[in-house]
């Protein structure tokens, strides 16, 4: 017959506490763990979302880098999640993707004091909630609109990110604007034959008018002080401006596209290079190269 064993209060509260913990230690009780704001389950914040995700090879306890990825027209917060591109820069440089999405899947860049800027300080303080992640290593991409909306928060939250990397996009009417957090690092890719957020021109065709803004608000010269290498691609680069930070427009032949490679090696750069609360980069560093030309469509 068997026999049943008659325990305390006591001793099944023990039991109970003892299981917890055991819970606790796995990890399971953890916001990020438990409320994932992956590709399958957004996180909710204010009546909108967005959604993260980390790098295969984090260790769930490093204090992660964060690339923030602005989608293009009419896409969602789970076109960068699904973007190889985008997954390939992240993994390859350990960082943590943050995913926006804009209302109506477009993004309010026009003018200041817009809805999204303060979502994206929301987004940020949220995902702090949820991951450890370096405040000072925080950057900004973006495709089409999603590129002038990273434009957007570096001139109007310039405080938030360290620089931006955006691809074919930019704020119209640059010698109308003017940035109250200041300085920002640049680095942006654009093709002459985009067609649908045109490379501004001077009218002499001379691209630098494409980064006036970043020019005069880093106050640069005129004309940049060498060209270099990224991505395969001829970058005009502004490093000796005032402000200690650095512009770079980086040029291909082709349209409205995000080059193969770009943003993995554009964060790359930038993790080596910038970083919140100090200059452009350590001149010890020799500028990022890479092979790779091809170029695809976002």
Not at 62 to 89: E, M, Q
Not at 152 to 160: E, I, K, P, T
Not at 169 to 196: A, E, S, W
Request: net charge positive.
């Amino acid at each position: 017959m068997t026999r049943f064993r008659w325990r305390s209060p006591r001793v099944k509260l023990l039991s109970i506490l003892g299981a917890l913990v055991l819970i606790g230690n796995s990890g399971v009780t953890s916001p990020a763990n438990a409320h994932p704001c992956g590709l399958d389950a957004a996180c909710s914040l204010d009546k909108r979302v967005y959604r993260a995700k980390a790098p295969e090879n984090w260790d769930g306890v490093t204090p992660l880098p964060v690339l923030i990825h602005f989608h293009g027209w009419k896409r969602d917060s789970k076109h960068p999640l699904k973007n190889p591109k985008v997954l390939k820069a992240i993994n390859g440089n350990s960082a943590l993707l943050v995913a926006p999405e804009g209302l109506r899947r477009t993004w309010d860049f026009w003018e200041r004091n817009n809805r999204d800027v303060p979502f994206v300080r929301a987004v940020i303080e949220d995902v702090a909630k949820r991951f450890p992640i370096d405040r000072s290593r925080i950057y900004a991409t973006g495709f089409s609109y999603g590129s002038a909306m990273a434009w957007r928060v570096a001139c109007d939250a310039g405080d938030l990110v360290a620089g931006i990397l955006p691809a074919a996009g930019t704020l119209y009417r640059q010698d109308g604007i003017d940035c109250p957090t200041g300085p920002m690092n640049v680095m942006h890719v654009h093709g002459f034959k985009d067609n649908v957020m045109d490379l501004p021109l001077g009218p002499d065709g001379n691209p630098n008018v494409a980064v006036e803004l970043w020019r005069r608000t880093n106050m640069c010269a005129q004309e940049p002080d060498h060209t270099e290498t990224l991505n395969g691609h001829t970058c005009l680069t502004w490093s000796t401006c005032q402000s200690g930070k650095e512009v770079m427009l980086c040029l291909h032949e082709r349209g409205h596209i995000v080059p193969k490679g770009w943003i993995s090696n554009a964060l790359k750069r930038a993790l080596e290079r910038y970083q919140l609360g100090e200059g452009a980069f350590s001149h010890a560093d020799e500028p990022s190269a890479a092979t790779d030309s091809t170029s695809q469509s976002n």
